[in-house]
């Protein structure tokens, strides 16, 4: 996967969470995930096609989710609470929409959200497209935004990859 | 004034309603997609919409465009993720007054809205 992709997430996850979730965003250094790297408990998985084709996933802890849910909702939210998965959804989907933007001459359409809520799942990658994970760092804690994308057409990238990425 | 939410996102409508609130607007109408947006104006005449791009079922911009065949006048918002120029300009032809692109702050958002609305009433 070409790096240069991983600048438009960068940004966007800075820009979504100082603008939504009014919290600093501090970005690591991104990293090739691991196989058996980073288990989370929630992830907003965001499926693009089109001229690139792939997917972008947002992974917290429960905590962080939570504490992120309701700063960007304005009201306590568990995960219990009926608006959960729909906050981690719209978070999911302003990173990927705003990063989306950043490029300029591909066109690129976006999947609506899918979440996860689970205990220490992984979200696998697939083998021809290895996933680039930026570490993120808040005062709410940390969230891992994981991207993988390519050109259309090269092997086994499609608009299903956002399925297939969380093994269904 | 009356004004219709149309997003997916039951938390995007609750943002944009406190929004709202401050301006002092409390008369709000809300659907989730598409569909159920043209199944509001059946019965309600908003006086303004703030209209998501991307929605199960219906999207946004088909949604404008299915209004604007038949309702030239009712000022239109689009707020959605979509921020690429193109997009923009589509939104456009199809008949939105304004544009505002997510993530927004509260203050963004109330200025859009002044905007579009102060616009329809030429001062005199
Ligand atoms: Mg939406």
Redesign the interface.
Known sequence: MDVRLINPFVMSVKRVFETMVHVKMTVGKPYIKPENGNSADVSGIIGFSGDLAGCVVISFSHDVACKAASQFAGIEIDEKHPDFADAIGELANMVAGNAKKEFTDVNIRISLPSVIIGNSFTVSGSKSAPRIVIPCQCELGELFVEVAMEPSGSSETNSTQANQAVGV | MKVLLVD?????R??QK?VLAQIGHTDILEAGDGIEALKVLETQTPDLMLVDW???NMDGITLIRKVRETNKKTPIIMC?????KERVIEAIKAGVNNYV?????VESLAEKIDQTMSKLQPSG
């Open positions: 997916d996102s039951r938390t995007i609750n943002i406190t991307n929605m199960p959605t993720t979509e921020a690429q692109v997510k993530p927004f702050n």
